[in-house]
């Protein structure tokens, strides 16, 4: 990323070396913790028994061992880190352009509906089967509603990025680095350790999937090009690709 002598990123690639900044990565995520935050708390209509992404209740409960209560905490808390990260980054005086949040969007999708093509034939050919591009068959046998599945697809995408992504995989980054010199090595490891945590976490609690290998594999995969995606792209991006995969697939259950 250059910079001129005031600060701000110049350079032929604009769209990209800002968009990737934490500055437009926390803008672009806002409207995904607001939807997934107001519409949880219409579909649980008030029940004790909150309905919610695992990665936001891990958070949760890590959070009140610190005495943090409320189901508000976690929001609170990512609104906080969030906020003073832009405020720390427009020191840079970065500019704020609408237009190039629509692009990221359109972007997120693109990257939603190719990553899924190029997993789901990478998997159709060790498995020698047909596993689409939005496999859904897991999902249809699932106790919670459509509606209610559709909201957590949208969180799913925030939370569970934040988790995978950024305190996961860059926290074994950080600290694989005290033990090789290679930085390429420490994120190839860090990046494969967390694609199988994100992969193995889809099939644990009363409202995991059934294990299947060829599904298994396929998240795996899917961790994996979200883990560069969050690198070259930054955190907005992988979020919202993310939760547009997610949606698709719900809304193939919906259609």
């Known amino acids: 990323m250059e910079y001129d002598d005031r600060g701000i990123i ?3 690639s604009h769209y990209f070396a800002l968009t990737r900044t934490a500055t437009y990565s926390y803008l672009a995520a806002l409207p995904l913790f607001l939807a997934y935050e107001i ?8 029940s004790r028994a909150q309905i919610r992404v695992g990665a936001d209740i891990w958070i949760k409960q890590a ?21 003073a990260v832009f ?17 990221m969007i359109g972007e997120s999708l693109f990257y939603a509906v190719i990553v899924a093509l190029v997993v789901s034939y990478i998997v159709g050919l060790v498995f020698a089967a047909d596993t689409g591009i939005f496999p859904a068959r897991a999902m249809q046998s699932s ?18 990025e934040l988790v995978f992504r950024v305190l996961l995989v ?23 350790v967390g694609a199988l945590a994100f992969s193995a976490v889809h099939y644990i609690g009363t409202l995991g999937d059934s294990f299947e290998l060829s599904s298994f594999i396929f998240r795996f995969l899917f961790g994996l090009a979200l883990n560069g995606l969050f690198l070259v792209r930054g955190f ?14 719900v809304s193939q259950i919906l259609a």
């Open 10 to 12: 110049s350079g032929g």
């Open 39 to 46: 519409l949880i708390l219409l579909v649980n209509g008030g």
């Open 63 to 83: 959070m009140s061992v610190l005495g943090a209560p409320g189901i508000f905490s976690v929001g609170i808390l990512v609104l906080l880190i969030g906020t």
């Open 87 to 103: 405020y720390a980054e427009r020191k840079k005086q970065l500019p704020i352009h609408g237009r190039y949040f629509l692009a």
């Open 143 to 160: 106790p919670i509603g459509k509606v209610e599945m559709l909201v957590l697809s949208i969180g799913a995408g925030l939370y569970e």
């Open 170 to 192: 860059g926290g074994l980054f950080w600290g694989i680095q005290h033990f090789v010199s290679d930085k390429i090595t420490a994120y190839i490891v860090a990046a494969v």
């Open 236 to 249: 907005g991006v992988a979020a919202w690709t993310h939760a547009l995969y997610d949606v698709l697939v």
